[in-house]
């Protein structure tokens, strides 16, 4: 059977019933489940150095009033970090591939920080709209750039996650299938590729936990600018 190589990024199903939800319902399910004991073993104590590690990130371009957002944003930090490096397995399928699963989690976040700064100040944030200074037949161009601007950061967010994460399981698969094909006739050239392959496999790693950390600071710095 012919398979393209787009068939990863299709989200599998089992008797006509989509799995998406068990994929994303598994990273969940790798963590240490709660106990009454503050610490239980080493990897309580690896995953609670990791939370403070990473909610001390996120919260330094915030204030205090921001930090009532600490539990959400270290939680989608969790759950995208988890799920895109156990998209680097093998027959694997990696939800954040999707463009619609992206959007639906940075659309309403986004919105959220929106609402959050017109209800709170909604004269600055109104004044976001139009610098300080801007001649006046420039107004009208102006505010209408910066609206756009600001209507398609959701948009952003979901197509850089999901471009970055989806060109690199391209080109894993890409030379995966170069060093099968080439084994038996150039082994030398397949060697050669195969350490590529392995390169790569190491670089996407360092991409998904950097594109999970993109994602979720510039969820914090559109925070910041409305509160």
């Known amino acids: 059977m012919n398979l393209s190589f787009f068939d990863q990024f299709s989200s599998p199903s089992l008797l006509g019933i989509p799995l998406i939800l068990i994929a994303v319902l598994l990273p969940a399910l790798l963590l240490p489940s709660p106990s009454n004991r503050w610490v239980t073993g080493r990897l309580s104590v690896l995953q609670l150095w990791l939370i403070n590690l990473i909610t001390k990130q996120l919260m330094i371009p915030l204030d205090k009033k921001g930090h009532k957002w600490a539990l959400i944003l270290t939680s989608l930090m969790l759950f995208l970090l988890l799920t895109n490096l156990l998209g680097l397995l093998p027959y694997t399928f990696t939800p954040t591939t999707q ?10 976040l986004w919105l959220a920080t929106l609402l959050t700064g017109l209800r709170n100040q909604p004269s600055v944030s ?28 959701p948009l952003a967010l979901g197509v850089r996650l999901t471009a970055n994460l989806t060109a690199g399981h391209l080109l894993i698969q890409l030379i995966s299938t170069a060093t099968t094909v080439l084994f038996s ?43």
């Open 99 to 108: 463009l619609s699963m992206n959007l639906a989690l940075a659309f309403p």
């Open 185 to 227: 006739t150039m082994p030398a050239i397949s060697f050669l590729t195969l350490i590529i392959l392995f390169l790569l496999t190491i670089l996407e790693v360092a991409v998904a936990m950097i594109q999970a950390y993109v994602f979720v600071l510039l969820l914090s710095l559109y925070l910041q600018e409305n509160i």
């Open 126 to 153: 109104l004044g976001h709209l139009l610098p300080e200074g801007t001649p006046t037949p420039l107004i009208p161009a102006l505010i209408l750039i910066e609206t756009t601007s600001l209507l398609i950061r």
